[in-house]
């Protein structure tokens, strides 16, 4: 069957009525925002009402909020809401291989943090306060198929049957393989990049203890780096910690010879012995789940004449190692909004003024994230970086206006990510520079105590 | 409508059956050379039959084959038959802004050199030794739409009707654009980049003077190369040259700067002023034909276990800078026959071995290609690039086994593309050292002598 739903060709709020493809954290964000500012939405996802159901174990459900996800929160008022069902993480411990654990804060104070939230709890809360808005429909189980550029059509299937709508115009925020993406760009002359890490993904529950206590310190996100391997942990409310255990997915000691109880209490015995007593049911959780894969996408264009728009991980997607990827989402979005609100309703040149504001930021996150995951495997067990890290923080301290590590810009600050990088690499000359004039003046010293005597 | 092709399920020459998606040059050649070793192949094109069609102008039609093209044609037995087709490129003819023209020979001897062949041509000479064998059948406008990797079915489009065929292996030749590839990658971690060129191209055509002479040197290929666009010609045996104008899609002196005839003649009037005497039709040709696209495309894995692996542009499109395309895809059809030759019968070991031999080498022509364009557009006209370029052929003329210029491994030989790339940059710094020892002899020499005075 395929029919014209009344609502969305023409009609209602003729003007600012917008189809939202994708409802996850960032189209449902979207959703509220643009409703708060006078927007008519249909909001179409292909997966079912998430409200009121369990999420499944073994996907990504926490995340890191860090300021830029929080400055979007700030926006469609829910930042206070959001972070009281969150857990506070100050820094990363470190667990070596012999069951020892070092603490590196994240930042130089109270401020300088991140929060670990639950992934489907914010997408409900962002559903649930979108939904209160008369002028939002949440269409779910609208799968889209088809879109036809010329004719401004999108294709839903629903139930089987499909479904035609013709929005005035759309947002893209369907995730890494954006149909909406791949239909807009069809016979355009669009870039694509699409990798896959080596590595897949796997999460695991590490329980609270009994009476609701942490096993492990809760207010921080826990990483257990190996060079050939990696598990990163994010605290929830509830005392328990959600495991994320990256490990390549062929070869030596990975997911394809980790499938029988005895792999994978080999494997763990070998790599993270000290979590083996505090997971008495790995060796099931490990049996349910089968391991997921982490894409790193790029594109351009990202907007299409005055009618569509992609946002968040339909654009950009990012491995998990920098703790950017909804951050970046959600900063995408306020930028949006913000473009939206300027432009006065000339679409177009919000679109091009958006894209141009964060294209370029999001490519070189892109990069800053596959630099990162070797920075955790490697780099966070070597002494010196870590006295490079301490001395960058310290630095940090004394100076805060004219001197911040990388690692600060990029989740604690709105700076765009391309200039937060070039301002890094100027400190790390100012670094160098100063080291070799640190040691002209010792050597200096030196020699004139040397001859002086 | 869908129904089974009797012939191509089972029955019919049984172990050795396969459909090869693209007929093109690198799928008809291959279905030549398989036919050859016994094989049965059905080739499925989307287009009609090419044979006794007039090739459209405007689209690319003319090739540099050079050595790596030779050679897989000298494997079909068809070398002599095409190279007597061509026409024998001696070298490059540099034409500058005021209308002098400078060669620039290809390498050190007759047998460094390219031979312009017409595409179309080729392609029909391919098509019709392959359609000679019996065992071959050419299906032309079969639209391939969709791929059931489960039951490994192909499902065509033809004359609207959708039929579904059973191959045993099926070899994807089909094109940039490869609906083969999208479809065995849907939903495996496959890489895949995709990127356009800010140019585009248009191709026209210099007729011969008349009597069937060339207008400007025949055996040679011309290059008009300025900083902002450049225009490329290769001549055919008509005495007629195909030239490829290659000019920014948008922005200043552009195709979109250059829709009427006022534009056309001012924009060759400011980067080509000596093409216009010899354009009689040039504002004709140029209203005639729309901008093509360029795109460079890179992707993972190439091969699905034992059933269907992807050759030339399918896997690795790249831009024309380097004249390499058609030779590094026929180079392709060529590993391939001989691992599977070498394999005998065990195709998913014969595929991974031909990912493994050809896969790094053709990211690196990508890379190198890009490289290609910049030099054609700016190193070309700088005294220093041709004074590099003339030592470097000196050098390969004193020592033809010890030194080769990179050019002349890419075009005259078949090292592969990224060992040739690993002994320029040897060779590159050999350079170096050796000018800085040169310049100390010299300091030094000078020295001497003015002490000895």
Known sequence: MTREQSTDV???????????VGGGPAGSLLALALAQRGYGVDLYERRSDPRGQIADRGKSINLGLSKRGMQALQMVGL?????????????????????????????????????????????????????????VKLHFEHQLVRVDKQSRELEFNVSGQNIKVRPQWVIAADGAFSTMRRELQHGERADYHQEFHEWGYME????????????VELRALHVWPRRHCMIVSHPNLSGSHTLTLLLPFHGEDSFATMRT???????????????????PDLVEQCMKHSPAGMVSTRTAPWAFADWAVLVGDACHAVYPFYGQGMNAAFEDCSVLVRELNDCKGDRETAFRRYELARRAHTDVLCDLTKAACVELRQKVRSPWFLARKRLDLAIHRLLPQAWTPLYTMVAHTTIPYAEALARSRRQERILLCSSVVLALLTVGASLFYALGR
Do not use: W
Request: hydrophobic content about 40%; overall charge neutral.
């Open 79 to 135: 930042l206070d809401r959001v972070l009281r069902r969150a857990v506070t993480m100050r820094g990363r411990i470190i667990h070596a291989m012999d069951g020892t654990g070092r603490f590196q804060p994240y930042g130089k104070d109270s401020a300088e943090v991140l929060h670990s939230v639950d992934r489907n709890e914010l997408n409900c809360t962002l559903l649930e306060e979108a939904g209160r808005y008369p002028s």
């Open 204 to 215: 695991l529950t590490l329980d609270a203890a009994a009476g609701g206590t942490s096993k």
């Open 10 to 20: 023409g009609g209602h709020a003729a003007n600012t009525r917008v189809a939202i």
């Open 261 to 279: 109880p005895a792999e994978i209490e080999t494997l763990f015995t070998k790599y993270f012995p000290d979590l083996i007593p505090l997971l």
